[in-house]
């Protein structure tokens, strides 16, 4: 097997974690929840992932992220990784054999426990991505991502290796790795010390099944718009009430599918008025 010479990002892959833990100035944490994303692209990692609150955690060990480049497991003198789709048709497949053995480096020192070690494929094909997934993903150890390319990956390995097909949405990109980042960042900010301010990942959209109400800040009035007053009235209860009510009415108007889900979850009839 052709191992990769080089891994782009913040962590090698295959750096031993010793020597690396000592001369890091700041150490990541043994334990740290971990993503493995093979990609044709590793340079596009870790994008935004690098900025602002995912960013710092980043450069704190608190999450860590490890692209492996499948260039140097295709085949030949031109490493190649996809070849013509079989039956006819546009476009290129992803090898089977040249993605099982970039798994089966990113497999290494992770637990066999699908259940602790996700392996998803970002897929148009997949089961939805939800703050769901989300947060059962941010409860596991790490995840392996495969970023498809082309027309895709040939079926074999998904079903041979027991890979999981996770969608970001009904559309199609071009490449897996914009919908890597959004899966990532989405799980990462539920890890405990991510985000400065932990509340704020309970109280938001999806997190109790309603979206989540309108927000407002100063100028407390802007172009002959006011805030609510409520909001303004320090009164706490009245405040989460008129919150909890804007998010109501919000999910029932915009999504009644989540409004159905949070009635028969709360034993509501979702045909019921709810007005101030
Ligand atoms: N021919 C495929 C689309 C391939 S798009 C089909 O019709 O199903 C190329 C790659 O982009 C895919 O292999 C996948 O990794 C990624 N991709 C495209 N759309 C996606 C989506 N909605 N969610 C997650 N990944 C997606």
Redesign the pocket.
């Known amino acids: 097997m052709t191992r990769p010479t080089k891994s782009h990002g913040r962590l090698s892959i295959r750096a031993a974690s010793e020597p690396r833990e000592l001369i890091e100035e700041r150490p990541p944490l043994r334990d740290a929840w971990t993503a493995r994303v093979i990609t044709l692209f590793p340079n596009a990692f870790p994008g935004v992932l690098g900025l602002s609150l995912t960013g710092k955690a980043l450069d704190e060990g608190l999450w860590r992220l490890e692209p492996v480049d499948l260039r140097p497991f295709g085949e030949g003198r031109h490493r190649n990784v996809d070849d013509t789709p079989a039956g006819g048709g546009p ?1 290129m497949v ?1 090898r089977p054999d040249v993605m099982a053995a970039a798994l089966a480096q990113a497999a290494e020192g992770t637990p066999p426990d699908r259940s602790e070690w996700p392996v998803i ?6 089961t939805p ?1 939800t703050q769901a997934t989300a947060q059962r993903l941010s409860r596991t150890r790490g995840v392996t991502l ?8 040939d079926q074999r390995v998904i079903d041979h290796v027991g890979i999981e097909e ?11 790795e914009i ?1 890597a980042q959004a899966l990532i960042d989405a799980t990462v900010r539920l890890i405990p010390r991510v985000l400065g301010n932990q509340a704020s990942t309970e109280a938001e959209s999806f997190s109790d099944g309603l979206l989540e109400h309108p927000q407002y800040t100063r100028p407390a009035t802007w172009a002959g718009h006011d805030i609510p007053e409520v909001l303004l009235s320090g009164h706490h209860g009245e405040i989460a009430r008129w919150r909890r009510d804007r998010a109501e009415r919000l999910t029932k108007e915009r999504r009644p599918d989540l409004w159905r889900a949070y009635c028969a979850a709360h034993g509501r009839d979702p045909d019921e008025d709810q007005e101030l």
């Open positions: 476009g992803l494929y970002l897929s148009p094909r997949g991505f495969i970023c498809g390319r082309f027309e895709g990956l996770v969608s970001l949405g009904d559309f199609v990109l071009t490449g897996g919908a």
